[in-house]
């Protein structure tokens, strides 16, 4: 059994006006030194499979095929192996 | 009559489906029938609307789930063929997240819901959605005064697609004032052949001048022409 950890973010060149937002209000908490704030999704979900192979490309093509919106979105995820 | 035989498809979420069933059906005098999100055929359905709400509560992106749905993979094939398709809002989402349409609908610049009646150029009058806007009877001539209602409505495409939507004549509707950061101030859009319309604004909710405009009317009336 594996667990895949995904992230899926909106692209790098897309304004995140969400996380702009947050960061507005971290920086009116005092906290100057903050930047870049970006907002995303975490996805975990399990793979019945005893490939760590296989566990890579399934879980590449779910986020293909609907976790992610390539239009907007970049993903990355890692695969560990668990039990059970 | 016409030939048109509308269905309005229903997901759960769905909450502008009987605002289009009641302008088809009571104000155009259509032949219109619901379509339920399991149903795996459209039948005898040849002008699909695909309608505004939140379907499967837009979880995890507006209209990521209600394009797996069953009736989903007939209004593909049934667009593939040439068949009318109209995404309304939550529609519009869907026909993007199915590729249908090119790109994608972000959260709103604003950060805020928008819901409020907004002015549209009317860009390409050369389309089967468009041709009965000459004008008349319109609140504002030449333009089509109708509300919006979402979230994300924000759309965006990469430049090459912006390009070609341009060239080709694909962006159908431009917001006057912009109220949700779209680029190139869009707000509808149709596919290459010219048989699938996406727009964010309500043309169904827009189509008797007792609720204000009655300048979405012209729209399913440009469709019903267009079928013959």
């Given at each position: 059994m594996y667990s895949a950890k995904i992230k899926?973010?909106?692209?790098?060149?897309?304004?995140?006006?969400?996380?702009?937002?947050?960061?507005?209000s971290i920086q009116s908490l005092g906290f100057n030194n903050i930047l870049d704030t970006r907002i995303g999704k975490y996805i975990e979900l399990k793979?019945?499979?005893?490939?760590?192979?296989?566990?890579?490309?399934?879980?590449?093509?779910?986020?293909?095929?609907?976790?992610?919106?390539?239009?907007?979105?970049?993903?990355?995820?890692?695969?560990?192996?668990?039990?059970g | 009559m016409s030939k048109a035989k509308f269905g309005v498809v229903v997901f759960p979420g769905s909450n502008c489906d009987h605002d289009a069933y009641n302008t088809?059906?009571?104000?155009?005098?259509?032949?219109?029938?619901?379509?339920?999100?399991?149903?795996?055929s459209i039948g005898n359905r040849n002008v699909i609307i695909v309608?505004?709400?939140?379907?499967?509560?837009?979880?995890?992106?507006?209209?990521?789930?209600?394009?797996?749905?069953?009736?989903?993979?007939?209004?593909?094939?049934?667009?593939?063929?040439?068949?009318?398709?109209?995404?309304?809002?939550?529609?519009?989402?869907?026909?993007c997240e199915s590729g249908l349409l090119?790109?994608?609908l972000?959260?709103?610049?604003?950060l805020k819901f928008v819901c409020k009646?907004?002015?549209?150029?009317?860009?390409?009058?050369?389309?089967?959605f468009t041709s009965a806007y000459n004008g008349n009877g319109m609140v504002k001539p030449g333009k089509m005064v109708v509300p919006v209602a979402h979230g994300d409505g924000n759309y965006i495409c990469d430049e090459d697609t912006l390009k070609s939507l341009n060239d080709n004549g694909q962006v159908v509707f431009r917001y006057e004032h912009n109220p949700n950061g779209a680029i190139d101030n869009i707000a509808g859009i149709i596919n290459k052949t010219g048989n699938v319309l996406g727009m964010m604004p309500h043309p169904e909710r827009a189509s008797e001048e007792?609720?204000?405009?009655?300048?979405?009317?012209?729209?399913f009336e440009s469709v019903i022409n267009s079928v013959n």
């Open positions: 899926v973010t909106l692209r790098k060149s897309i304004l995140d006006p969400q996380g702009k937002a947050v960061e507005h793979i019945d499979t005893k490939s760590d192979e296989e566990a890579r490309l399934v879980t590449d093509e779910v986020c293909r095929k609907l976790l992610a919106n390539q239009v907007m979105e970049d993903y990355e995820f890692e695969v560990v192996s668990v039990n | 088809l059906k009571h104000i155009l005098n259509q032949d219109t029938e619901f379509l339920w999100h399991k149903d795996s309608p505004g709400g939140f379907s499967y509560g837009d979880y995890l992106r507006c209209g990521a789930i209600a394009r797996f749905s069953p009736i989903m993979k007939d209004v593909v094939r049934h667009a593939s063929n040439g068949g009318v398709v109209i995404g309304i809002c939550n529609g519009f989402q869907i026909l090119p790109g994608a972000l959260r709103n610049a604003s009646n907004v002015t549209l150029n009317i860009v390409n009058k050369n389309t089967i007792i609720v204000g405009s009655g300048d979405g009317r012209y729209l």
